[in-house]
């Protein structure tokens, strides 16, 4: 499962040369020239934001601020040609994850990227088999199945659906909301109880897992690997 990357950066010759680096390692990168175009896209929770501190608009900071108060989970780098000391200090009070001064070798931001990517997410998920594996389960999206060993653990539709996207948003926050346009549809029109209904019948099934409930906003599928 390729993972997504947002870059912010407005240098345009380092924005297209961080881009190719971070393709090349097999990332789906999206980049941004400017504070305020990025700022539109924060629903999208792409898994890893890289973000320059010196924008033309909306500045870094403000980025940041924003992103948080979105998803406190999804993760930041931040990149600066400024004071380097004051910049990491206010990166991390903001909750960035890692720093870069410029100017660094691109491969040091892919090394970078690599290690924050394992760490909040554990190694790749899919295999040469085809298969994706999160803690002692696999789950086939071929076969819309998930398996316990060699035993099949029987889903209806929509909590394989429901477990699939909490799989590929493993240990990121993601509000009912989200849960209800992903898997049921914008065009769902109900209660979103549904939404805990199926959880609750997920954590049954799949019950070496740990599905967090953030109260008052959503999900969270805790997992290391």
């Known amino acids: ?38 700022m ?16 033309p608009d909306i500045d870094g900071y403000e980025l940041i601020k924003a992103i948080k108060e979105y998803n406190k989970s999804t993760p930041v ?24 001064s410029k100017p660094f070798l ?28 999160v803690g002692e389960y696999k789950l086939s999206e071929k076969q819309r199945a998930v398996f316990d060993g060699d035993k099949e653990i029987q889903l209806t539709n929509k909590e394989f659906e429901l477990f699939y996207y909490l799989v590929k948003n493993k240990n990121i926050v993601v509000s009912r909301e989200q849960i209800l346009n992903n898997v049921w549809g914008e065009d769902y029109f109900g209660s979103d109880r ?7 019948r997920l954590r049954k099934k799949v019950d070496k897992l740990n599905i967090e409930t953030v109260y008052g906003y959503g999900y969270k599928l805790v997992c290391k690997s």
């Open 1 to 38: 499962m390729s993972r997504n990357i947002y870059l912010v950066e407005d240098e345009k010759s380092l924005n297209l040369l961080l881009q190719k680096y971070l393709e090349r390692e097999g990332y789906n990168v999206t980049t941004f020239f400017d504070g305020s175009t990025a």
């Open 40 to 55: 539109e896209r924060i629903r999208d929770l792409p898994d890893l934001w890289i973000l320059d501190i010196m924008l």
């Open 77 to 100: 780098i931040f990149m600066s040609a400024r004071n380097e000391e004051l910049d990491r200090v206010v990166g991390l009070e903001l909750g960035s994850d890692d720093y870069l």
């Open 106 to 133: 691109p491969r040091e931001l892919v090394i970078r990227t690599n290690k924050l990517m394992e760490r909040i997410y554990g190694r790749s998920e899919e295999k040469n088999d085809g298969l994706i594996y």
């Open 194 to 200: 549904v939404v805990d209904d199926t959880i609750r």
